[in-house]
């Protein structure tokens, strides 16, 4: 796989402090709690997840952060963003990329404080998204004037489309695969030969279609489980593959990687499944078995 793991804190991985929860809160914990003891995890208790991936046809290393599934809404405030979006930006990337489900389903207010967080983080190659499936169910449908707010707030949406970031490298975007019209040919369609090639899918049942010749996958979606058993095996998943695609590296004929996630599910507490920052230093070279 070619790619190296530093699993650790950000140069300051502490986001701002609790200031309120609901009572849901405290007693899914507490419920969860009683089954998962030491497992229990919160919105703020992120572990950033480091790798280290060569990349075909890429000539000058670049850092990139990997946000995925914040579920802005009932179960994520803007505090909770402020506190991701914070550590991000410590890691000084090169490259933001969003990998979907920035709003949950169950949104019942307008998304602009979650708009205001993600516009701070910025960096010098620029941002880009896709959307997930429940980006397109908060919206009945039609995502249009979210995309329109988030890319005046700075990311770029990829539907079915790429972007040449730089010279030797271009991020595709494919849209959901369950609630989207998803085109992978479409969104593959301008790669040049021999650039280094970055595909967002929000969700990684589309990865056994994904060509070799794409150098990285990234999605998410699963949430890892949420709630897991000891070691982190997830109970559930929500991927038609089961446990194949559930988290960390895919297997599959090209190169996919499935963050945990930064947000919720149906209750705003993880199990053994801590919230996930994905920070990747991508690096030329050659692919090696």
Do not use: K
């Amino acid at each position: 796989m070619n790619a190296q793991n530093d699993r650790g804190a950000a140069p300051d991985a502490r986001g701002p402090t609790w200031s309120r929860r609901r009572l849901l809160t405290a007693g899914a914990a507490v419920a969860v709690g009683a089954l998962a003891g030491a497992g229990i995890a919160t919105s703020r208790q992120v572990v950033v997840e480091r790798h280290v991936v060569t990349l075909p046809g890429l000539t000058r290393p670049l850092r990139a952060v990997f946000l995925v599934d914040l579920h802005y809404g009932p179960l994520a405030d803007a505090e909770d963003v402020a506190g991701w979006t914070a550590l991000a930006r410590a890691w000084n990337p090169d490259l933001v990329l969003w990998g979907g489900d920035l709003v949950d389903r169950a949104l019942a207010h307008d998304p602009g404080p979650l708009l205001t967080e993600v516009a701070r983080l910025r960096a010098p190659l620029g941002a880009y998204a896709v959307l997930g499936n429940h980006d397109h169910r908060a919206f009945r449908h039609d995502p249009s004037g979210f995309v329109a707010r988030l890319e005046r707030s700075g990311v770029r949406v990829l539907g079915n489309a790429s972007a040449r970031v730089r010279a030797d490298l271009v991020v595709a975007g494919v849209d959901d695969l369950l609630e989207g019209r998803p085109d992978l040919d479409a969104a593959l369609a301008d790669r040049a030969p021999g650039t280094a090639t970055v595909l967002l899918s929000h969700n990684p049942d589309l990865l056994p279609a994904v060509p070799v010749g794409v150098g990285l996958t990234l999605a998410g979606h699963t949430h890892g489980g949420q709630i897991c058993l000891p070691g982190g095996v997830p109970i559930v998943t929500s991927s038609r593959y089961g446990l194949r695609f559930a988290r960390g590296w895919a297997d599959a004929p090209a190169r996919g990687y499935v963050s945990r996630g930064l947000g919720f599910g149906w209750i705003p507490v993880r199990a053994y499944c801590p919230p996930e920052l994905t920070v990747l230093d991508l690096r030329p070279g050659p692919l090696t078995p």
